[in-house]
């Protein structure tokens, strides 16, 4: 049971926007600890994809967005490509385990 | 540029100690600005992080994990290690190491960090 919840699954066809929910509680998200999220195409190390909540490091495609309110950050994908098929993590902080904590995952497919 | 580079034995005996060791290059691993630190993954599963190290040797740990793991760092090899004792099958995972920045105006604390480059993993697996 991971500290951070995601949906397991998410999809989409081509060219729609799916968002990917992380609710977390007052002792993470809702102190005000930043939401980071990672893309992990199959096979591969997970890649940082948006960072401090809403921004994206240089190389990622403005189609991806972060956004928080209260103890939930959302990742957005619009224009949906077939490349975006991959596992999507959040990431805090959480005051009562003084630790890094990860959401469980979503696996998106893109239809 | 900056790679990071795991590496270590791919099998491990259950109750043994399993050592790993990241090999920083492109970056001084004694720079103020990063933590260290090192992140599992179990066959079909989710992201765990292990723990992190500042090159100052201050380190943070997972609290399920504490009392087995140690992580150091070696700033004369560029390199920080981590020593995982008394594995178990539970333990059988991918390791990574990876990188910790934070963003001007929250890097005062380290629950602001994230982690912005990885090294592509090693398998650790824990059989007898």
């Known amino acids: 049971q991971s500290v951070l919840t995601q949906p397991p699954s998410v999809s989409g066809a081509p060219g729609q926007r799916v968002t990917i929910s992380c609710t977390g509680s007052?002792?993470?998200?809702?102190?005000?600890?930043?939401v980071h999220w990672y893309e992990q195409l199959p096979g591969t190390a997970p890649k940082l994809l948006i960072y401090?909540?809403?921004n994206r490091p240089s190389g990622v495609p403005d189609r991806f967005s972060g956004s928080k309110s209260g103890t939930s950050a959302s990742l957005a994908i619009t224009g949906l490509q077939a490349e975006d098929e991959a596992d999507y993590y959040c990431q805090s902080y959480d005051s009562s385990l003084s630790g890094l904590v990860f959401g469980g995952g979503t696996k998106l497919t893109v239809l | 540029q900056l790679q990071l580079q795991e590496s270590g034995p791919g099998l491990v005996k259950p109750s043994e100690t399993v050592s790993l060791t990241c090999t920083v290059s492109?970056?001084?691993?004694?720079?103020?600005?990063?933590?260290w630190g090192w992140i599992r993954q179990p066959p079909g599963k989710g992201l765990e992080w292990i723990g992190s190290i500042y090159y100052s040797a201050s380190t943070y740990y997972n609290p399920s994990l504490k009392s087995r793991v140690s992580i150091s760092v070696d700033t004369s090899k560029n390199q920080f290690s981590l020593r995982l004792s008394s594995v178990t099958v539970a333990d059988t995972a991918v390791y990574y190491c990876?990188?910790?920045?934070?963003?001007?105006?929250?890097?005062?604390?380290?629950?602001?960090?994230?982690?912005?480059?990885w090294g592509k993993g090693t398998t650790v697996t824990v059989s007898s």
């Open positions: 990876a990188r910790h920045e934070c963003s001007g105006r929250t890097c005062y604390s380290f629950s602001y960090y994230f982690m912005d480059v």
């Open positions: 492109g970056v001084s691993i004694s720079s103020s600005s990063y933590y």
């Open positions: 007052s002792s993470n998200i809702g102190a005000g600890y930043h």
């Open positions: 401090d909540n809403s």
